[in-house]
């Protein structure tokens, strides 16, 4: 037999102000309106509005309790929630003097109304956790966040664990809590801490420690044709690595057979922005070659071609090859780019999320001034996605030009495939997506789809709308309609504008920032071959 006792499995969270009672009459109420707009503005991006028929809520005076409708996705719900949250106070404390820091906490159990409103277990353990030592000490310990939450080992359990797309395991870190009868473990997650490994990941057995004088000093991904590390070639910060073009040290390829065990050499010695000039400082990102696509005779064809190409073209939102060589013994080949010290866009946004606001604009313009570059020479990238798109503090660098496993396998691509990929990766940025329903979002990261477009209508849902036009041009089934890279760039120049300095949301400028700091190089190091001064 059915009842109807007002109980329901609801998702529910609360939000404290930190120093909220610090504050003068005049502060107070200035954060309770701009609170109640943050609110307003978080659960619009849930698809929900604050209302009482749709999420029950109480304010507090320095917070708020809100209860979630019975019937929503707490598995969608909740990175949507935390992640937008925290862009919309990272936005509203740029616009005022007044900074608000806050403390959440977010649990799943049962809720019933009754004469206060609504009430039940799940009501009181949020605000024990949200008032918890442990989340105040974990805001305290971060003093560049805006944002703190702590989630009950209930939801963790049921959203986060099982791995559902949204925020990875690994972004949480376990606390146990004792605050007045609430007893057990909570689950911190920090708004400026939201990448699940370090920027730069420790060797293991099997990694090179050196390639023809680069110090092989960290792990920095994995890609389709190989691994990726930073190398340092210089013994000190700073100094300069000999030779400034793009043949320095008068080294050459053989086109023939592939690396002759002699390097190419490039790169621009006043360029050293902390983005993708790193020669001067003798940094560099060294690709280490899949052994097995490298044994593609057509491949060892390719490649020194391909390299060549990425040596001489210069394009500052386009990384340059400034070495490549072969292991001693080993054979395996290997090229040297100029070092972008950021994330690729792939991993922003399975770490953070969809970018906000013109974001995804300025990553596109970026990318569409490099490609407009290679187009107007009659090249062609073959090779565009979020993964090949670094995101440095001065703006997006594309990379891989000319040594991507695409590049190697198919040969030369054309300009309006690299189109259709930009519009692609435009819309992975704002949407976390692809397109296409039957082709999943692996895609943008890094795998490359036929160039022909899927039959059927593009899925731009979430796009922005002033992007959406965008995104169509580029997605045209027929190549010779697509926008040239040229007419693209003035299209987004006109939409979004010149990137400003400060272009990245906080929880990327802060990954941007760790980036800067390399870690020291490893052991004594010597020039490369040929290139004592």
Not at 474 to 497: F, I, M, N, S
Request: glycine content about 12%; hydrophobic content about 45%; charged content about 20%.
């Amino acid at each position: 037999m059915r009842r109807q006792s007002g109980r329901a499995l609801r998702m529910g969270f609360v939000l404290d102000v930190a120093g909220y009672g610090g504050r003068s009459v005049p502060g107070r109420d200035s954060v309770q309106q701009r609170l109640r707009r943050l609110v307003v503005a978080t659960l619009a991006e849930c698809g929900l509005r604050l209302d009482a028929t749709v999420v029950d809520h109480q304010w507090t005076g320095d917070g708020i309790n809100a209860i979630l409708p019975a019937d929503i996705d707490p598995t969608a719900v909740l990175a949507v929630l935390l992640r937008s949250l925290t862009a919309s106070l990272s936005r509203d404390n740029a616009e005022h003097a007044d900074r608000i820091r806050l403390r959440m906490a977010i649990g799943v159990g049962l809720v019933e109304r009754n004469v206060a409103g609504f009430g039940g277990p799940v009501i009181v353990d949020i605000n024990r956790l949200v008032d918890s030592a442990a989340l105040r000490s974990a805001l305290d310990a971060e003093p560049t966040a805006d944002l703190a939450v702590a989630l009950s080992d209930h939801a963790f359990a049921l959203i986060i664990q099982p791995g559902y797309p949204g925020i990875p395991v690994a972004q949480f870190t376990r606390a146990d809590v004792a605050a007045k009868e609430f007893s057990g473990p909570a689950w911190i997650w920090v708004s400026t801490r939201q990448w699940s490994e370090p920027a730069y990941l420790p060797l293991g057995p099997g990694d090179p420690r050196e390639a023809d004088g680069w110090r092989i000093v960290a792990r920095l991904g994995e890609g389709q044709a190989g691994t990726v590390y930073l190398a340092n070639v210089a013994g000190a910060a700073g100094a300069a690595v000999p030779g400034a073009s793009p043949f320095g040290g008068g080294r050459a390829i053989d086109g023939g057979s592939g690396f002759a065990g002699e390097s190419i050499f490039g790169g621009d010695a006043d360029d050293d922005d902390g983005d993708s000039g790193a020669v001067n400082s003798g940094w560099a990102a060294v690709k280490m070659f899949d052994q097995q696509l490298t044994a593609d005779p057509d491949v060892r064809r390719r490649l020194p071609v391909g390299v060549l190409a990425a040596s001489v073209v210069r394009h500052p939102h386009l990384t340059s090859v400034i070495d490549c060589g072969a292991l001693a013994g080993r054979g395996q080949r290997w090229v040297a780019s100029t070092l972008v010290r950021g994330p690729s866009l792939a991993a922003v946004v399975t770490e953070t999320g969809p970018l906000p606001a013109e974001t995804p604009g300025w990553i596109a313009l970026g990318v569409a001034g490099a490609l407009a570059m290679l187009h107007e020479t009659g090249l062609a990238h073959h090779a565009v996605c979020p993964r090949n798109v670094l995101l440095g503090g001065h703006g997006p660098v594309l990379t891989d030009f000319g040594t991507s496993r695409a590049a190697l396998v198919a040969g030369p691509g054309a300009a309006a495939d690299d189109v259709l990929m930009l519009g692609v990766t435009a819309l992975y940025a704002a949407t976390g997506r692809s397109p296409w329903a039957d082709i999943p979002a692996p895609l943008a990261p890094g795998i490359r789809v036929t160039v022909s477009v899927p039959p059927g209508e593009s899925d731009l849902d979430g796009c922005p709308p002033w992007l959406a036009p965008i995104v169509l041009a580029c997605l045209a089934a027929d190549p010779a309609k697509r926008p040239t890279a040229e007419r693209l760039h003035a299209w987004l120049l006109a939409e979004v504008g010149h990137q400003p300095r400060s272009w990245l949301p906080g929880p990327v400028a802060a990954r941007v920032t760790e980036c800067q700091a390399l870690p020291p190089p490893r052991g004594r190091l010597r020039w490369p071959r040929g290139r004592e001064s």
